[in-house]
């Protein structure tokens, strides 16, 4: 029987300044390293680095000029349907597996990744690619392709370079069903448990805790999302210390529950 | 027009240490304040303290014997359907306004404070008053009866003890219909928008932000139950450094989706 996972007494984030507006083909882990030592941070083990997943979408060129989307039938009906945009929906049908819910202006679909979300996560804000040509666009842009494997792929790019196991989150901001704002989730995760089972740990009296299964990666999407700012600000990845967890494999996936399970679906 | 609420550039929380277990009738504010004051830390103007609800739950006497409870005709069809325990069905009705969903030993229920949650929030662990009589029990902890109300109170006398005008957010965990895990949410709010909307900021290509309004007080509580632990460490209170809003008055209520515009209800 292994240690149980320790409650961090004390814990702080910083935005990391000056990250400029990504592109195709960056070097976000590069981007990260330069950022951290712009802030004098040096990156210690246990160390997490939240990481909004436009960053990687610009950096994997996840940009579509809507202007060049052909809507097909299912989707044209769609739109009419919900009153929306044919050539968004068409996007957001391809990144899906399964329409959830529809309303004004909004798909709500179970994502090619596996999570539920509206309009599968597109985005019409900061989404036009640089260099940009005149007349082109309006520009929508994709959620990255695989952000586990992202994240995985900056913790290795950070353990090499810094010689240390730090964890990644990749988030985004999700709408919620019953409560009205967006928070901060995990769509990606390395090297820290994406959930904290605390299920068979002991309460104040001693009793087994009930239902004590917290979704760690989105709480810390969640408390990167108070620092980050999404727009104006433009401070796209936060560095945590204090966080305490026990290293490994992980995945955003643990996060999903299954549709089976889903009182929702 | 005024200015837009900016965003943190660093956040600090701490867990507050040495907070005992809370019987019927203790003062929490006072409670906190001697934590504050045990942890070295110097309210400031802009803080935000974060309180677990079952603190003041506790503070309130809000304990339940079920064996004591009698659970009415409906309780006991509904139990039976659920394979529930009938008396804690019997207090989660009295608590709620509506049934949402019901699943093997759960209902989702809409409590009469407006949020969705499963049992109506009622807590089976760390529910025994101090004193209990022996046979008593088992016991069961009801929500406090009004968190918004108990947010403004501390709020007061925190600026009555340390002269500065400090947020309190009342927390507790809630799981969620799409993704597994619990994570923290506001059931009281005072001093900080519960609701922060962006809508209207400029994105960094000067394009208007879309869909741009953060549940502050939500991400606030996700990221005190990363430091607070809710058991063995003990650590109901979390003093909140670094977070940028315009204080004022706000209620919990304004992060709760109108039952109509609730694609899930």
Redesign the interface.
């Known amino acids: 029987m292994t240690a149980?996972i320790?409650?961090?007494?004390?814990?702080?984030?910083?935005?990391l300044?000056g990250i400029p507006?990504v592109g195709p083909g960056d070097d976000v882990a590069a981007l990260l390293l330069a950022a951290l030592e712009r802030a004098r941070i040096q990156l210690g083990a246990g160390d997490v680095l939240a990481v909004a997943s436009k960053v990687l979408s610009r950096a994997e060129g996840r940009f579509v000029d809507l202007g060049r989307v052909e809507p097909s039938p299912r989707a044209r009906t769609l739109a009419a349907e919900i009153d929306g945009d044919a050539r968004l929906v068409e996007l957001v049908l391809r990144e899906s597996e399964a329409i959830s819910?529809r309303?004004r202006g909004v798909l709500?679909v179970r994502h090619r990744l596996g999570?539920?979300s509206?309009n599968a996560g597109i985005d019409?804000?900061?989404a036009?690619p640089p260099g940009a040509a005149a007349g082109s666009g309006p520009w929508a842009l994709l959620l990255p392709r695989a952000p586990d494997e992202s994240a995985q792929r900056i913790r290795a790019a950070l353990r090499a370079a810094c010689g240390v196991d730090a964890g990644v989150v990749v988030t985004d901001?999700h709408?919620?069903?019953?409560?009205?704002?967006?928070?901060?989730?995990a769509l990606g995760v390395a090297g820290l448990p994406?959930?904290?089972d605390?299920r068979g740990?002991?309460?104040?009296?001693g009793?087994?805790?009930?239902?004590?299964?917290?979704?760690?990666a989105?709480?810390?999407a969640?408390?990167a999302?108070?620092?980050?700012?999404?727009?104006?600000?433009?401070?796209p990845a936060v560095h945590i210390r204090?966080?305490w967890f026990r290293p490994g494999d992980s995945s955003a996936r643990?996060?999903?529950?299954p549709p089976g399970e889903?009182?929702?679906a």
Do not use: K
């Open positions: 149980p320790r409650c961090a007494a004390r814990l702080e984030l910083t935005a300044p507006v819910r309303a709500v999570f539920v509206a019409r804000s900061n036009e901001s709408g919620r069903p019953f409560r009205l704002g967006t928070v901060g989730v994406a959930l904290w605390r740990e002991l309460d104040l009296m009793r087994q805790l009930l239902h004590a299964e917290t979704a760690l989105d709480q810390v969640a408390a999302d108070l620092v980050a700012g999404q727009a104006a600000e433009g401070t204090g966080l643990a996060l999903i529950r889903d009182l929702y």
